[in-house]
């Protein structure tokens, strides 16, 4: 009988300890009012910082740590052979995949040298930013643009040759059309597109 009237004293407890601490943070947030809005801007540079991140963390601990244990290779043909992709392929699957989500968010690779076309500019915001990041490679090239209607807050940040693999890939590629890359030139620029409220 004891134990049957301290259980249920102590569900009554639990339920009203969850009741009490969910209606206490609903007053709370009330207090708070809306959380603070971010600059597009900042939350370019955080998605940036991420995908940079995981563009690094691929190359040197996945890729280069198996080609130089002989492994596995990347290659760019590496759908129908049993290799891994290059980190350029692997950026740009990613931000396929993230397309597919339709939330608005995007990115993208792109160049005025591509060694694949479909990564040329196909913008005036992009051609425009190309040529600015080649003049301020430091800092990401800005803007609001419209897409389909849709405002959207767009930056090009500069893609630099930081390693000697990227200059000898990239000079040496059949269809690259620029063969005179040098050690920490803007190959080209990620592009992110986030939407903003219309
Ligand atoms: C082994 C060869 C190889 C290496 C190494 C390489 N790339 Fe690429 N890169 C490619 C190929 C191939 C593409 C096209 C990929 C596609 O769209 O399928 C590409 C795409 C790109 C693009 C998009 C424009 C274009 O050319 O299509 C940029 C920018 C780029 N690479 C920069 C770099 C940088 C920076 C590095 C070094 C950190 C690097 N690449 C290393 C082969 C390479």
Redesign the pocket.
Same mark, same amino acid.
């Given at each position: 009988m004891m134990g049957k009237g301290f259980l249920s004293g102590l569900i009554v407890g639990i339920v009203g300890a969850v009741l009490f601490s969910q209606w206490g943070s609903a007053v709370a947030s009330k207090e708070t009012g809306a959380a603070p809005c971010l600059p597009a801007d900042k939350v370019a540079e955080y998605v940036h910082s991420v995908i940079q991140a995981d563009r690094e963390f691929y190359?040197t601990d996945i890729v280069e740590r198996m080609q130089l244990r002989g492994i596995v290779f #990347?290659s760019?043909h590496w759908r129908e052979t049993a290799r891994l992709p $290059?980190?350029?392929?692997f950026l $740009?699957e990613s931000g396929r995949l993230v397309s597919q989500q339709r939330n608005g968010i995007r990115f993208r $690779?792109? /160049?005025d040298? #591509?060694?694949?076309k479909?990564?040329r500019p196909a913008t005036e915001f992009e051609r425009a930013g190309l040529t600015e990041i080649l003049l301020n490679p430091d800092r990401p090239y800005t803007g609001v643009t419209t897409e389909g209607g849709q405002p959207v807050f767009q930056a090009l940040y500069p893609?630099?040759?930081? /390693?000697q693999? =990227?200059i *000898? =890939?990239?000079n040496a590629?059949p269809n /690259?059309p620029k063969k005179d890359f040098k050690s920490h030139d803007v190959? *080209? *620029?990620i592009l992110l597109t986030i939407p903003l409220p219309r």
């Open positions: 190359t #990347a760019e $290059l980190p350029a392929q $740009l $690779l792109i /160049s040298w #591509a060694i694949n479909t990564n893609d630099k040759a930081v /390693s693999t =990227c *000898g =890939c990239h590629h /690259s190959m *080209g *620029g």
